[in-house]
């Protein structure tokens, strides 16, 4: 009976190799070891870099997790220990996010995960996918190369982070200034109509002061000639009273003729008077400005427009290229759509030899092409494993499922046109057609959101690009990109030098287009501005940006170009 607070020896069979004391074993099982007496080696696995004994050996082919492994024999296998760096108890501490109860034990190479047991069990299993134990393959990450990129990552983060922070308070200080300048234009706006109105009042007061002079002048001209009237005739009156009483006659006879024609000639000095009008006022508002105050319910409409930064200067050198054309090309390639589905898995459809290809970047390989009965155009990632793909002349597009070395269609989806370019965005689509040019929203079940089809807008809409709040689409004819809001609002546009195909929109905003003249040009966010990034290479066709790694993706579609991806690498 072991002896409560110490631990019991542990027994072993006969049949085992004789042990020596822990000093006489130069070479012995290292797993045991870490909890028991030191056995003697049996062999030794490559892969965990240790010396196992007879027992560890034989399980370590069996376990699920090793099977795999490379083992050498006694006779092969280094007669002495490793120096390698001690492995670390295996103790786990950060749980899994599908599993709360269960702690995060194993890598998946293939899916680039971290997993628990049950995620092996499950979705992971050995058959399928390429998994490790963490502790087999965590000692190595120690000063790692990993560990050197990945510290480098970071960074490069924490400075385009504080390049955002810094580039979002200047654009609140600009937009704050906007805010100042449009309260000053509303005063100005106003104290114009302040001013205009107060002309309007003056002219409107000088019409009624010419009416009000107008009568003044009449009266004075009434009073004055009714005035000598009255005299007359009193003076007139009173001379022919008394000439009768003193019993005149011929003196009265004379005046009453002077009278009788003095009579006639203020009848009609009289008349004329009568005729002089006085006049009123009354104010009758301008029904136009009336009408517009009632109707009108702002002073103006004050607009939030999009501010973007400064377009960065940019470094470009170019990486490498990857060929893409396999031995089932039958003509040389013509890489019309790219999107990248994983940093490292680009899928691009190829025109020419009717087919979609998976470009693995890590290896520089192409990967399960599969061919169609039609020509492809443009391809969008649509989530984490699935991709869409149009196809022009069949008027539909087609989903398929991918893995690192396989594709597998799923299902076709109608639509009502010839469809070139595709973008998908959360549960949303967005497709151009020709033949009649217009751009659709769409739901990935096929239900039309959105049309906007008009000849001033677009005329050859080839590819689309999209983000949480707006759509960038090319036009091949009109030389133009366009700005979308969802509700397929114009909200700016780029009129570039040459016809422009293939867009790409970067982390910040800005938009990648590729322009046959030839160049790839950057665009601000809000249209406003453009800059040359890539000099020199030949009709650029389709493009694809990582943010990851600061690389653009680019085709061409000139010999023998078209047999290969370009890789540009960007800096500030």
Known sequence: ????????????????????????????????????PRLPTHGYCTNCSE?????????????????????????????????ATPRQPDIFTKQCPKHNIEMIKFYCHDHKALLCSVCVTLEHTVTSCNVNYIPDISGKTIDSTEYQDVLKDLNDMTERSSKILQDMKKLNELSNKSLTEALTDILKFRKEINQRLDEMERQVKMAAKVIQEDNSKNLKTVETACGDVLKSLKSSSDVIKNLNTSK???????ELKHAQQMIKDY??????????????????????????????KSLGTLKGRILSPALRSRQCS??????IKTSKDTIDC????????????????????????????????????????????DVTTVSQNEVAVTLPFHQ????????????MQKHTLKVDGICYGISCHKDKMVVSYQDPAKVQILLINGTVLQTIQDENIFKNPNYITTSDNCIFVSDYVLKTVTKLNWQCEVRGKYVCKESPCGLTMSDDGTVFVCIENPTIEEISGDCSKGQVVVKDIQWPRAVCWSAETCTLYTSSSVIPECNFINLFKLSN
């Open 248 to 254: 005149q006659a011929n003196d009265l006879f004379i």
């Open 51 to 83: 010396h196992l004994c007879e027992t560890c050996f034989t399980l370590h082919r069996r376990h699920t997790l090793s099977r795999h492994h490379t083992l050498l024999d006694k006779t092969n296998m280094p007669q002495t220990m490793s120096p």
């Open 267 to 296: 009848k009609q000095i009289v008349s004329k008077l009568s005729k002089f009008e006085v006049k009123g006022y009354k104010f009758e508002p301008n029904e136009v400005i009336s009408n517009l105050l009632e109707k009108e």
């Open 1 to 36: 009976m072991a002896v409560q607070g110490k631990k019991a020896t542990k027994k072993f069979s006969s049949s085992t190799t004789s042990m020596g004391s822990d000093e006489d074993l130069k070479v012995y099982c290292q797993p045991c070891d870490r909890d028991g």
């Open 396 to 407: 539909t597009i087609q989903f398929f499922s991918v893995s690192r070395n396989n594709l």
């Open 318 to 323: 170019q990486m490498d290229k990857i060929g």
């Open 334 to 377: 013509n890489i019309s759509g790219m999107t990248l589905l994983t940093p490292d898995l680009l899928i691009i459809t190829d025109y020419n030899n009717m087919a979609m290809k998976i470009v693995d970047i890590s290896s520089k390989s192409v990967q399960a092409p599969h061919k169609f009965d039609s020509e492809p155009y």
